[in-house]
T-cell receptor, first 111, second 115 residues
C-alpha cells in the first residue's frame, strides 16, 4: 500500500549548521509533497511544499528537492536557529486527496 | 480569517462510552480530512470528504469509527464503544480543494483519553 518512509527519526545540530531530512514514497502517482513543522502540543504547520512538476523549491532558509525517478524528496534547512527545534513531518498525496505522512523527525538545534 | 477549529479541545471518557468530536473547517474549503496522532507518532489518515462526493473511508480503523459532514461544512467524527487504544489526538484539516489547491490547514486537535 501507500507508504512514506522518513529518516532520521532524530537529528541534533549546532546552531548555524544545516539540517537535512529525507523521505521516500511508494506510490508513483503521488504528485504533491508538503512538509509540516509541529511544535510540542501544537498543530502541524505547513512550512513548504512541492509539486511533481518541479524539482526544487526554496523559501529563505528552507528548501525542498524532489527526485521523481527515485521517489525521494528532502528538506534542507540552512543556518539553523534554536526556534527551528520541532518535529518535522513529510507527506505525499495524489490529486489533492489524503496525505500519507512519514513518521517524523525530531530536530534539536543546540545554541 | 478564522482557521480550522475543533471541539472539545480535551475529552476524557470511560472505556465503552461513545464520543463525538467536532470540526469546523475554514469557510469555503470544500475538502475536509480527519487524522489521528498517537503519542510521539506520525499522523494516520482516517477519512476524507470532498464536496458532494462519497467520502474516502479507507483509513477508518474499525466499524466503531464513523464520520459525517453536514451541509458541506461542519464534520463530526464519532467513536462508539471507545477502547483504550483509541486514546490519541484527533486532528481535522481542510483545504480549498481542486487542482493546485491541495494545501491542508490543520485544526488544534482534540486530545482524547479513554480510561
Amino acid at each position: 500500500g501507500e507508504n512514506v518512509e522518513q529518516h532520521p527519526s532524530t537529528l541534533s545540530v549546532q546552531e548555524g549548521d544545516s539540517a537535512v531530512i529525507k523521505c521516500t514514497y511508494s506510490d508513483s502517482a503521488s504528485n504533491y509533497f508538503p512538509w509540516y513543522k509541529q511544535e510540542l502540543g501544537k498543530r502541524p504547520q505547513l512550512i513548504i511544499d512541492i509539486r511533481s512538476n518541479v524539482g526544487e523549491k526554496k523559501d529563505q532558509r528552507i528548501a525542498v528537492t524532489l527526485n521523481k525517478t527515485a521517489k525521494h524528496f528532502s528538506l534542507h534547512i540552512t543556518e539553523t536557529q534554536p526556534e527551528d527545534s520541532a518535529v518535522y513531518f513529510c507527506a505525499a498525496s495524489k490529486g489533492g486527496g489524503k496525505l500519507i505522512f512519514g513518521q517524523g523527525t525530531e530536530l534539536s538545534v543546540k545554541p | 480569517g478564522a482557521g480550522v477549529s475543533q471541539s472539545p479541545s480535551n475529552k476524557v471518557t470511560e472505556k465503552g462510552k461513545d464520543v463525538e468530536l467536532r470540526c469546523d473547517p475554514i469557510s469555503g474549503h470544500t475538502a475536509l480530512y480527519w487524522y489521528r496522532q498517537s503519542l510521539g507518532q506520525g499522523l494516520e489518515f482516517l477519512i476524507y470528504f470532498q464536496g458532494n462526493s462519497a467520502p474516502d473511508k479507507s483509513g477508518l480503523p474499525s466499524d466503531r469509527f464513523s464520520a459525517e459532514r453536514t451541509g458541506g461544512s461542519v464534520s463530526t467524527l464519532t467513536i462508539q464503544r471507545t477502547q483504550q487504544e483509541d486514546s490519541a489526538v484527533y486532528l481535522c484539516a481542510s483545504s480549498p480543494g481542486g487542482a493546485g489547491q491541495e494545501t491542508q490547514y490543520f485544526g488544534p486537535g482534540t486530545r482524547l483519553l479513554v480510561l
